[in-house]
C-alpha cells in the first residue's frame, strides 16, 4: 500500500500536501480527532475534498491489497470458530474482500464504541454485548501498540501476528 501511495504521489507532485492530510489524519484517528473539518482548516482545503481522500486511501484502494495479501490459513483456522472482528476503521468491505463472515463485527464509529485501540473502551462494550468473560476472549492483532495494548489494558489474552508467513506457522497453534 505504501509503494502505491508513494508512486502515485511521484507523478503527482503537485498534491504532495495530500500526504500530509493523510499522516495527519492517522495520527489525529489515533488520538479519537476523527473531524475532517479540523484538517481541511489546518490544511487549507474544503471538508469534501478531506473525506474523500481519506476514503480513497485508507478506506478503498486498500481492498486490493487485502484480498492479495489475506491469510488463507488463518481465515481457514477462524472460519468454524465464534469470531468477533473489531477494527479502528470501517469492517464491512474488508471483511468483502477476504470473503470471511465473522459472527459480528465493530469500528470505532463514535456511536458505541467512542475510542479506538489502545483505549480498552471497545472491548468491554463487545464482552458485554456478547456475554463474554475476559478468559474467553483472545485478541487477534498486528500491532502491539494498539491491539496488544488494548487486550492488555482490558485483561484478555492476545496475540499478535508475526508479519511473515514462518514466523505465523508457529502461531497457528495457539488459536483455539
Request: net charge positive; proline share 2%; glycine share 4%.
Amino acid at each position: 500500500m505504501l509503494a502505491e501511495l508513494m508512486l502515485y504521489y511521484v507523478f503527482h507532485l503537485s498534491r504532495l500536501n495530500d500526504l500530509r492530510i493523510i499522516y495527519r489524519y492517522r495520527k489525529n484517528h489515533e488520538k479519537n480527532i476523527c473531524d475532517f473539518g479540523i484538517l481541511a482548516r489546518q490544511y487549507q482545503t474544503n471538508q469534501k475534498y478531506v473525506k474523500d481522500l481519506i476514503e480513497e486511501w485508507m478506506i478503498k484502494r486498500p481492498l486490493k491489497w487485502i484480498r492479495i495479501f489475506a491469510d488463507r490459513k488463518l481465515l481457514k483456522i477462524l472460519q468454524d470458530k465464534k469470531v468477533i472482528v473489531y477494527s479502528d476503521y470501517p469492517t464491512n468491505e474488508k471483511l468483502q474482500a477476504l470473503e470471511f463472515v465473522p459472527t459480528a463485527q465493530y469500528f470505532c464509529d463514535g456511536t458505541d464504541i467512542m475510542h479506538c485501540k489502545p483505549n480498552s473502551q471497545g472491548l468491554e462494550f463487545i464482552s458485554r454485548k456478547h456475554n463474554l468473560l475476559k478468559d474467553d476472549i483472545l485478541m487477534i492483532g498486528d500491532r502491539m501498540s494498539h491491539d496488544g495494548e488494548c487486550a492488555k489494558r482490558f485483561g484478555c489474552k492476545f496475540l499478535i501476528l508475526n508479519k511473515t508467513f514462518i514466523g505465523r506457522l508457529f502461531q497457528y497453534g495457539k488459536i483455539k
